[in-house]
């Protein structure tokens, strides 16, 4: 094989908990991930030399900073592998959004790239790699919806009801370090069982300080709260509303006021890349 296409899927917090920080400044989290079956596509082609090409480069990004380019250069390092490759990445996940889009990427490279240089790594290999480069990418190296702890890299999957979803992308892009740097965040949630979150509500402390900054993402979920239970993902600024069928929440989405925009994902227990390379 010398060519291979991967979804790099989105992912929703269907909840976020701040529980402590710890004496690095990074934050201890309780949070449910929900994996998409949706995401940006990347196209990787086989190189005979150790070159890492990315096309198109990203407005703002230096190829040099890019995660997917940085995770072929960490996995080169790692493996001593001699072979490179041309990456092709379709985007479709907005930036700054909470999705995840930039650790999917980098997941999916780490993964496709270690099928594609055929290195046999395991995945628990790959997701320790994958930790230098983002608290989230592990979650996507594993490939399955999971229950996160400490700064969202310690994962136990786990079988989430396979609901619909609506995301909506205000008009803006949230800093996730001014979300996590404000003094007003939460950070003393007490912890939850993995058991209480399926029969209580709860909720993102991460929101009323996006909220509050940002008055696009304010006005999106009192929107979207007069249509279904919605809350944000991550530090945003997307948000999300959850619907029992994809009829209902395409209904809402043609629904949207001009200045939203969103789209209708189910919620899937395994990656589509782990179902492509793995199944």
């Known amino acids: 094989m010398t060519t291979l296409s991967l979804m790099a899927p989105a992912k929703l917090n269907l909840f976020l908990h701040i529980i402590g920080q710890r004496a690095d400044g990074y934050h201890q989290l309780q949070t449910l991930f929900q994996l998409l079956d949706y995401g940006d596509q990347l196209h990787f082609s086989l190189r005979k030399d150790t070159q890492i090409n990315l096309s198109p480069a990203l407005a703002g990004v230096a190829e040099h900073d890019n995660l997917i380019v940085r995770a072929a250069k960490l996995l080169q390092q790692h493996s001593g592998c001699q072979l490179g490759a041309d990456i092709q990445l379709d985007k479709i996940l907005p930036l700054g959004g909470g999705l995840g889009g930039g650790s999917s990427n980098a997941a999916t490279t780490l993964v496709g790239l270690n099928y594609l240089w055929k290195l046999h790594l395991p995945l628990a290999e790959l997701a320790q790699l994958g930790l230098q480069l983002g608290a989230d990418v592990p979650l996507f190296v594993e490939g399955k919806s999971a229950w996160g702890e400490g ?82 993902t991550g530090t945003g600024a997307c948000i999300f509303g959850q619907f029992a069928d994809h009829a209902s929440a395409l209904q809402v989405l043609h629904e949207l006021p001009a200045e939203l925009t969103g789209f209708v994902a189910r919620g899937v227990n395994q990656s589509p890349c782990h179902m492509k390379l793995y199944n």
């Open 151 to 232: 700064v969202g890299e310690r994962l136990i999957a786990l079988k989430i009801p396979d609901y619909w979803y609506l995301v909506v992308k205000p008009d803006c892009e949230v800093s996730t370090l001014q979300i996590f740097s404000n003094k007003q965040l939460t950070r003393n949630s007490p912890p939850i069982t993995i058991a209480a979150v399926f029969e209580e509500d709860h909720r993102n402390d991460c929101e009323p300080i996006v909220r509050a900054i940002y008055p696009q993402v304010d006005s999106a979920l009192k929107w979207l709260s007069q249509k279904t239970k919605s809350r944000l």
